[in-house]
């Protein structure tokens, strides 16, 4: 006989234990607040006898920071880093008890007073400096967040738009429903749109000016369009990164654990080789990864494009449907070219797009049920949305009469009809 197969013991996924530490947070917010208003019966006010002579006036900041921990739980779509946030919230709480203290003397209770004895060595002035620069510093812990300054194109903005009319007003935005008007400095914004890396584009140019307008068409609103964002189901993400991470330095491969990006299909794992390791004999472990996983398939791409890493690509558990609305809300769809249409939202979360200005021919191919239909109606609405009558005229040929028949009354048709004819 051989030994008993231990019985599988059922995983609680890291969402769900997110989602329990968040609810368990927000409990102690409201007891907090309940045993400041003595509404907590002995146990509570036990409690804030306790913690009003630890915090002093930092008492009412709890409850603040344990819904404001709670909502990074909540929201948090890729691994939490739980020690960093806790560190972050108890440097916060620290920091801003020993400014209460320096500021109002003796009201940050215990904590409070240790930290105002910075004020001994620097000054008054000194320690509510250092004491800034803390709190500060504990917010950007909390949130993993950086300040960055962003970098204003001055050339750009200044620069006037050819053969433009001085009097010409601005282009209708798409996501209201007012009647837009031709103009051509709005051709010259043209020059960023976001390519997946399997479209490389040359340098944009620009679009002929529109001569006419179209004064009695209505660009439709966004609102039209499901908007609604669904979350994918990744499983656990640290276990499956250990996972890989073990499985390849089974195989000899010493390799450092990057960042995991999730895409509505997939979950992209990325992954640094040590030196000296051959791209080739990650490739041939493709099979091997997946077992390990009990995902299929997988994909393997080494590297990724413009980075020195190796991604691991492995299924989600359950897809997210990616809404058209919610893609063409962006801004770089609205300030892209007339011909610019969605492909679809990629892994690491921005929209992916391309421009039928710079592709000579398009074809559409591929098996039953990959997606063709729906890559024609995105095109389709796309440029109906960034497009007028006038700029634009379709002639749609649907011989089976079954997936273009609903565009069948737009005013972009040639002779507002669809071909063959009855």
Wanted: net charge positive.
């Amino acid at each position: 006989m051989s030994k008993k197969e231990r019985p599988h013991q059922p995983k609680i996924h890291s969402e769900t234990k997110n989602s329990l530490i968040a609810i368990a947070l927000i409990g102690i917010a409201v007891i907090l607040i309940l045993a400041a208003v003595d509404k907590a019966g002995p146990v509570g006010r036990f409690i804030y006898v306790i913690l009003q002579n630890l915090f002093g006036w930092g008492y009412y900041m709890l409850p603040t920071i344990a819904v404001l921990v709670a909502f990074l739980f909540l929201i948090a779509r890729q691994r939490v880093f739980v020690v960093t946030s806790f560190l972050g919230a108890a440097l916060f709480i620290v920091s801003g008890l020993g400014l209460i203290d320096i500021i109002f003397e003796n009201k940050g209770g215990f904590l409070g007073r240790i930290m105002g004895l910075l004020e001994i060595p620097f000054g008054y002035t000194a320690s509510i400096i250092i004491s800034l620069v803390l709190l500060i510093a504990a917010v950007l812990i909390t949130f993993n967040a950086s300040i960055k300054f962003k970098k204003v194109e001055t050339e750009k903005l200044a620069e006037p738009a050819r053969e433009a009319p001085d009097n010409e007003p601005e282009e209708a935005a798409i996501t209201e429903p007012e009647p837009p008007i031709a103009n051509p400095a709005a051709v010259a914004k043209m020059d960023k749109i976001k390519i997946a890396d399997d479209f490389p584009m040359p340098p944009a140019r620009k679009s002929p000016v529109r001569a006419k307008t179209y004064a009695n068409y209505i660009v439709p609103p966004l609102t039209l369009l499901k908007t609604s964002v669904e979350k994918p189901t990744s499983g656990d993400l640290r276990a499956n990164a250990n996972i890989i991470k073990r499985t390849l330095e089974s195989f000899g491969i010493a390799v450092e654990m990057g960042e995991i990006n999730i895409g509505p299909k997939v979950t992209r794992y990325t992954l640094k080789p040590a030196e000296g390791v051959k791209i080739s004999k990650i490739l041939t472990l493709n099979q091997d990864l997946a077992l390990a996983l009990a995902a299929h398939p997988i994909r393997i791409e080494a590297p990724i494009p413009g980075k020195s890493l190796v991604g691991i690509e492995v299924p989600n558990k359950s897809a997210a449907v990616v809404r058209l609305g919610s893609l063409m809300a962006y801004p770089d769809f609205k300030e892209s070219g007339p011909l610019a249409f969605i492909l679809g939202r990629g892994v690491s979360g921005e929209p992916v797009m391309a421009d039928l200005e710079k592709m000579p021919h398009l074809m559409v191919a591929g098996s039953t049920g990959s997606g063709k239909s729906v890559s024609i109606h995105a095109l389709l609405v796309s440029l109906l949305y960034k497009n007028s009558p006038d700029t634009l005229r379709l002639a749609l040929i649907d011989p089976k009469r079954v997936e273009l028949s609903i565009y069948g009354g737009v005013p972009h048709l040639i002779n507002g009809r669809l071909w063959p004819r009855d």
